[in-house]
C-alpha cells in the first residue's frame, strides 16, 4: 500500500504504511452490535474523561455525517477557525459543540460504548494499536539521546507487538521507528493492550500508566514513552 497523497512527502521514519480498510465493514458492524445491546443506564456511564456513553456515540455519529457530506455529496460548509484557534482547541471546539447540541437527542436515535469491556479482536485492536503506536517517534522528540539509542514498546496479548523507535539525530524529530533492530534497548516498556490503547488516548493518564507497566533499563526514558498520545489532545 502506498498511503502518500500527490505532492505530500512520505513519512518513513513512522514504519511501513498501515492499510485498515479491509476491517471498516466488520468493525462498524461489531460496533452497532455493542450499540444495540446497552442497557438503559449504560448510556450516561463515563466512557472517556467528561464525555458519557451517549456524548462519544454522538461524537462517532458526527464523524459519519461529515464524511458522508464531504465525500458523497460534495459539502464544503462548516465551522472555521475561530481568533487565537490553533488546531487542536479548533477540533476540540467543534467536537464538543456537536456532542453538546445532541445532549437533546434519543440513545435510540443515535445508535460507542462503555461498561463493557474492550472488543479484543485481534482483528481489530492490533491495527488500533499499531496505528497508536506510529506516535512514538513524536512522543521522543524533545529526549536527548546519543545516535543509535532505543527505546521498546512490549504490549501483551494476541493483538499485542513489538514497537522500538531508534533515536537517529534527523531532522524529522530526531526519532524513527524504521530503523534496524539490533541489540538491546535502552529501555524497554511492558504493558497490556488495555492499558496502552488507554493510554495512548488519555483514558488514562502517564502516571497511572506507570503504575501497570513494566520497566527494563532507563528509566527516564522509559517514563518519555510513556507520554505517548496517539490523537489530537
Known sequence: MDSRLPGVPGHPWLGAPIDARALFAPE??????????????????????????RDLAAHVLGDFYGRLARDRDGHRDGPGFAPGDILETFIHRINQEWVDAHRRVSPAALVDAVGQGTDADPRFLSVVL????????????????????????????????????????????????????????????????????????????????LTHVRIDGDRHLAEAVCRIVSIVH
Open 28 to 53: 462498524q458492524a461489531a460496533l452497532m452490535v455493542t450499540l444495540r445491546g446497552l442497557a438503559a443506564a449504560d448510556w450516561s456511564k463515563e466512557a472517556v474523561p467528561g464525555w458519557t456513553v
Open 130 to 209: 499499531d496505528t497508536f503506536m506510529r506516535a512514538l517517534p513524536h512522543t521522543l522528540r524533545e529526549v536527548d539521546a546519543p545516535i543509535g539509542t532505543r527505546a521498546r514498546v512490549a504490549i501483551d496479548g494476541p493483538a499485542g507487538g513489538v514497537w522500538t523507535a531508534t533515536a537517529t539525530g534527523a531532522a524529522e524529530g530526531g526519532w524513527s521507528l524504521a530503523e534496524p533492530d539490533g541489540g538491546r534497548p535502552a529501555a524497554i516498556v511492558r504493558l497490556d493492550a488495555e492499558t496502552a490503547w488507554r493510554l495512548c488516548t488519555r483514558g488514562i493518564d502517564p502516571d497511572t500508566a
